[in-house]
Antibody, heavy 127, light 107 residues
Framework: EVQLVESGGGLVQPGRSLRLSCTASGFTFGDYAMSWLRQAPGKGLEWVGF??????????EYAASVKGRFTISRDDSKSIAYLQMNSLKTEDTAVYYC??????????????????WGRGTAVTVSS | DIQMAQSPSSLSASVGDRVTITCRASQGISNHLAWFQQKPGKAPKSLIYAASSLQSGVPSKFSGSGSGTDFTLTISTLQPEDFATYYC?????????FGQGTKVEIK
């Protein structure tokens, strides 16, 4: 069974750091891109960032709201994707989800879409 | 950034009803659109990708259509388990962006 499990959430003070993990099972982790998303309490979904597979360069993309503060990395030997969050702000309070991203051929080239989601881990930034 | 606008933001419907949700992109995205379902307290679930392709395991009562800027999600016969919030999302360009969601409630 394909499964993603996020961990590492909790209560943290503004300005501090936190690292989230997304542990994958049931598929060959290294073959896939991965994303992180978040959902603030009572709000909609917000994409946070993305990391390509090593075969496609292992490069990353970020939302403007987190660029320069958050870093996504991956350890294919452990089947884990990480979200390193620095200089946390109260507005970063949310449930954080990771997704497996499938590469598909569209009418104008190759694109990724999110096909499997984890259950999420809650992050609260408060003093 | 590409803005996604869903309508309506909420709707009330009865079991057995046919429900349609629309999503509009601020610029053309070809068919690079996905739909997700989220139930309260749960993670989102993938329903449709490439505007009209059903994710594996998703029942055929869900269907999607559209291309360019205008898209629709249709639930052919609403069942109790379908009451949830539905989001559209474009994946043509980074940053990936979502509609604000449509909450489908029981009438």
């Amino acid at each position: 069974e394909v499964q993603l499990v996020e961990s590492g959430g909790g209560l943290v003070q503004p300005g501090r750091s936190l690292r989230l993990s997304c542990t994958a099972s049931g598929f060959t982790f290294g073959d896939y891109a991965m994303s992180w998303l978040r959902q603030a309490p009572g709000k909609g979904l917000e994409w946070v960032g993305f990391i390509r597979s090593k075969d496609h360069g292992g490069t990353t993309e970020y939302a403007a709201s987190v660029k320069g503060r958050f870093t996504i990395s991956r350890d294919d030997s452990k089947s884990i994707a990480y979200l390193q969050m620095n200089s946390l702000k109260t507005e970063d309070t949310a449930v954080y989800y990771c997704t497996r991203d499938l590469l598909i051929l569209g009418p104008t080239g190759y694109y990724y879409y999110m096909d499997v989601w984890g259950r999420g881990t809650a992050v609260t930034v408060s003093s | 950034d590409i803005q996604m606008a869903q309508s309506p933001s909420s709707l009330s419907a009865s079991v057995g009803d046919r429900v349609t949700i629309t999503c509009r992109a601020s610029q053309g995205i070809s068919n690079h659109l996905a739909w997700f379902q989220q139930k309260p307290g749960k993670a989102p679930k993938s329903l449709i990708y490439a505007a009209s392709s059903l994710q594996s395991g998703v029942p055929s009562k869900f269907s999607g259509s559209g291309s360019g800027t205008d898209f629709t999600l249709t639930i052919s016969t609403l069942q109790p388990e379908d009451f949830a919030t539905y989001y559209c999302q474009q994946y043509k360009n980074f940053p990936w962006t979502f509609g604000q969601g449509t909450k489908v409630e029981i009438k």
